[in-house]
């Protein structure tokens, strides 16, 4: 509970510290910050692997959006399947097209 002290203290100018708090973010976060989607923890693992950075976030390869197509969920999914034990076996459901 910072912020009624810091508002006691020196007022409306509270503002200012979290602005400039929430302002170091975007260079942190642009700089330290790793594109994760669509990629598999153990592949977040390996990248982080084969090419440590301190500033992960300037690697091309770590930055990177992986788009996976409707085939890769499918072999995804199947191969879920067969490594849960329980699931003996699936059923596909096609989507009504629009």
Same mark, same amino acid.
Request: with cysteine; net charge negative; hydrophobic share 40%.
């Given at each position: 509970?910072?912020?009624?002290?810091?508002?006691?203290?020196?007022?409306?100018?509270?503002?200012?510290?979290?602005?400039?708090?929430? *302002? /170091?973010? +975007?260079?942190?976060?642009?700089?330290?910050?790793? @594109?994760?989607?669509?990629?598999?923890?153990?592949?977040? &693992?390996?990248?982080?692997?084969?090419?440590?950075?301190?500033?992960?976030?300037?690697?091309?390869? *770590? /930055?990177? +959006?992986?788009?996976?197509?409707?085939?890769?969920? @499918?072999?995804?999914?199947?191969?879920?399947?067969?490594? &849960?034990?329980?699931?003996?076996?699936?059923?596909?459901?096609?989507?009504?097209?629009?």
């Amino acid at each position: 509970m910072v912020t009624p002290i810091g508002l006691n203290s020196i007022g409306g100018h509270y503002f200012w510290i979290w602005a400039i708090i929430c *302002a /170091t973010f +975007v260079p942190l976060t642009w700089f330290f910050g790793v @594109e994760t989607a669509g990629r598999s923890l153990e592949q977040i &693992d390996q990248m982080f692997y084969e090419e440590p950075r301190i500033l992960m976030g300037l690697n091309p390869n *770590a /930055t990177r +959006v992986i788009r996976m197509t409707q085939e890769d969920e @499918e072999n995804r999914f199947k191969a879920f399947a067969k490594l &849960d034990g329980k699931a003996e076996r699936y059923e596909e459901v096609e989507t009504a097209s629009k």
